[in-house]
T-cell receptor, first 116, second 111 residues
Framework: EAGVAQSPRYKIIEKRQSVAFWCNPISGHATLYWYQQILGQGPKLLIQFQNNGVVDDSQLPKDRFSAERLKGVDSTLKIQPAKLEDSAVYLC??????????????FGEGSRLTVL | GENVEQHPSTLSVQEGDSAVIKCTYSDSASNYFPWYKQELGKRPQLIIDIRSNVGEKKDQRIAVTLNKTAKHFSLHITETQPEDSAVYFCAASPQGNKLTFGGGTRVLVKP
């Protein structure tokens, strides 16, 4: 079974530039999550999708971050304009279970963003 | 919202000894408590989880205990091995898979 795919693995940009990350979850997984992991900290949930709908985006900084999962499969997370404090690893995860049912999250390798 | 605190932040043990990591949570509605292991440069992976209707769960050398009254839960690793060296994250969720993670514990098992 293929795992959660993410790209790019690494990205270096200057502040005020924009960046986009892509995630393809495990086939058949209904829910998809984007987490931000700052160095030395635990992952922080940014947004949760179920199929092509947003379940929770309460912690997404909507003035600069946006995310979509238009066809209920792959997803894109965009940051525009980037700030220095956005430097982090952006982890995508998916789950076979519906949003209201807890269960194992399968994480991708992450996309490491460095903002200079 | 939920807040999860995790201690210690680093833990060094001799191979064969036990390791214990403790987490506290703030939201009494939380009912799902997973533990994830993240090796250096790798993705987090679920190692064990417990639901609020269970007080203890064990899987080979790993066990998790939950005290709902005190709002804390712990991970116990017995007979530690070098491959147990990693960062461990606890998490809590009051609703489905809406997880709030702790800050992580870096475990180093010395041979």
């Amino acid at each position: 079974e293929a795992g959660v795919a993410q790209s790019p693995r690494y990205k270096i940009i200057e502040k005020r530039q924009s960046v986009a990350f892509w995630c393809n979850p495990i086939s058949g997984h209904a829910t998809l999550y984007w987490y931000q992991q700052i160095l030395g900290q635990g992952p922080k949930l940014l947004i949760q999708f179920q199929n092509n709908g947003v379940v929770d985006d309460s912690q997404l900084p909507k003035d600069r971050f946006s995310a979509e999962r238009l066809k209920g499969v792959d997803s894109t997370l965009k940051i525009q304009p980037a700030k220095l404090e956005d430097s982090a690893v952006y982890l995508c995860a998916s789950s076979l279970r519906l949003a209201e049912i807890p269960g194992e999250l399968f994480f991708g390798e992450g996309s490491r963003l460095t903002v200079l | 919202g939920e807040n999860v605190e995790q201690h210690p932040s680093t833990l060094s043990v001799q191979e064969g000894d036990s390791a214990v990591i403790k987490c506290t949570y703030s939201d009494s509605a939380s009912n799902y408590f997973p533990w994830y292991k993240q090796e250096l440069g790798k993705r987090p992976q679920l190692i064990i989880d417990i639901r609020s209707n269970v007080g203890e769960k064990k899987d080979q050398r790993i066990a998790v205990t939950l005290n709902k009254t005190a709002k804390h839960f712990s991970l116990h690793i017995t007979e530690t091995q070098p491959e147990d060296s990693a960062v461990y994250f606890c998490a809590a969720s009051p609703q489905g898979n809406k997880l709030t993670f702790g800050g992580g514990t870096r475990v180093l098992v010395k041979p």
